[in-house]
Structure formats: structure tokens, C-alpha cells
């Protein structure tokens, strides 16, 4: 049987402000439980709090089906086709004070592109989520560490589900990007278990597939 999501019951509330934007806006200076909707990326929807916002982009702090913050994501605003209050809101807000849970708060956080939002998540946490478009799956998800950029490009080391770093980096083209994630308690462990990366190798110094 799967888990019952008490925070998807309810009557759906809508944001009074017109366009995605002016939602999001108001959802962040209300401190209101939001669900984001992005049809076009992934049928399912991102459940937690705007806790940032810029011109092309949103930070969210996503809230588990435990009622704990597990980690923020990053969103660019065009993606979003809803913006909902929570309809478990009421249960959201009383289940997060339980778990004596408080929004969390990213000062300075940069918004301004990828680029940006991916190096200040690198300050704050030993590894990133970029979760890339994919025709077939939505999104696919590349965990690691964030060793540079390009002029078109992150560039990242990954590492495997068995926590094991691969000895390369490879580059992951900005517009292919979908969304960024980072702080969640699966990559925290990820990165105890793996420890440090070692030195990327050079492509040269790889053996021959």
C-alpha cells in the first residue's frame, strides 16, 4: 500500500497575483506551503516553500512526505505552469512545528543563472544535483561536485549510487539543465560515505573504452 500524502488533500487555494511569477512572489513573502507544477518537465509536483526568488528563477526549500525540509531546489521560473497554496496547508504548517522544523533561510543565495545558483550551492554543500531534460524520463539526475564551468557548461565530478566518485569530470551544457538540487539527506550521506574525490583524471590519462 503506498504512503497516504496527507499534504496533497484539501481544497486547492489559488494565489491572487496573475502570471507565475507574481505567485511566486507572494507564496514567498506569505511564507505559504506551495505546490509547482512544470507539466512540460515532470508530471509530478514539487511540494515545499519559495525561499527565493529573481527575475528567471526560484529556490525552493522542498518538504518530504515526512513533513521535514529535505534539501532546495532550483527552478527556472518559465518551467512553472501552477503555483498552489499547499491544500494540506493547515497540516503542512502544525506537522512542520511538531517535527520542530523551521523554514529555512539561504542569505545571499545568487539566483542570477545556473552558473550562479550551482556555485553558490557548491559553497553550502559538498555536492550538486543537476538534474538534466530528457525526452523519454523528464529529468535525469547527475550528482557530484562542482569542479568549474565552461563558457556553455557545468562541469561536474560525478559520483555513482554506491558512493563512489568516477575519476573524470564531464560537462553539462546550461540549456540542457532543468533543475538544480542540493542539501538533500541522500546526497549528505552520499558524500560521508564517498568522502574526498580524488583528482580528476585528464581524458588522455583515461584507458581506452
Known amino acids: 500500500m503506498p504512503p497516504i500524502k496527507h499534504h496533497r488533500e484539501g481544497n486547492v487555494v489559488q494565489f491572487r497575483g496573475r502570471g507565475t511569477r507574481a505567485q511566486l512572489r507572494e507564496a514567498l513573502e506569505g511564507c505559504v506551503p506551495v505546490q509547482i507544477a512544470r507539466s512540460q518537465i515532470s508530471p509530478g509536483w514539487v511540494h515545499g516553500y519559495v525561499i527565493g526568488l529573481a527575475s528567471e528563477f526560484c529556490l525552493i526549500a522542498e518538504v518530504s512526505d515526512a513533513m521535514q525540509f529535505d534539501g532546495f531546489l532550483a527552478l527556472a521560473v518559465g518551467d512553472i505552469d501552477a503555483v498552489e497554496q499547499d491544500p494540506g496547508r493547515e497540516f503542512v504548517e502544525k506537522a512542520l512545528q511538531l ?13 542570477d543563472d545556473w552558473q550562479t545558483i550551482a556555485e553558490s550551492a557548491a559553497r553550502l554543500t559538498p555536492l550538486v544535483s543537476l538534474n538534466m531534460l530528457d525526452d523519454e524520463n523528464g529529468e535525469v539526475s547527475y550528482i557530484g561536485r562542482l569542479t568549474g564551468a565552461e563558457a556553455d557548461a557545468l562541469i561536474l565530478q560525478e559520483i555513482d549510487p554506491n558512493a563512489t566518485w568516477y575519476p573524470d569530470t564531464g560537462a553539462y551544457e546550461f540549456p540542457g539543465i532543468a533543475s538544480i538540487g ?6 549528505n550521506l552520499l ?8 583528482v580528476p583524471m585528464p581524458p588522455e590519462a583515461l584507458p581506452a573504452s
Open 191 to 198: 558524500a560521508k560515505i564517498a568522502g574526498m574525490p580524488p
Open 99 to 111: 517535527n520542530d522544523e523551521q523554514i529555512p533561510q539561504l542569505a545571499n543565495f545568487k539566483l
Open 182 to 187: 542540493f542539501g538533500t539527506q541522500y546526497m
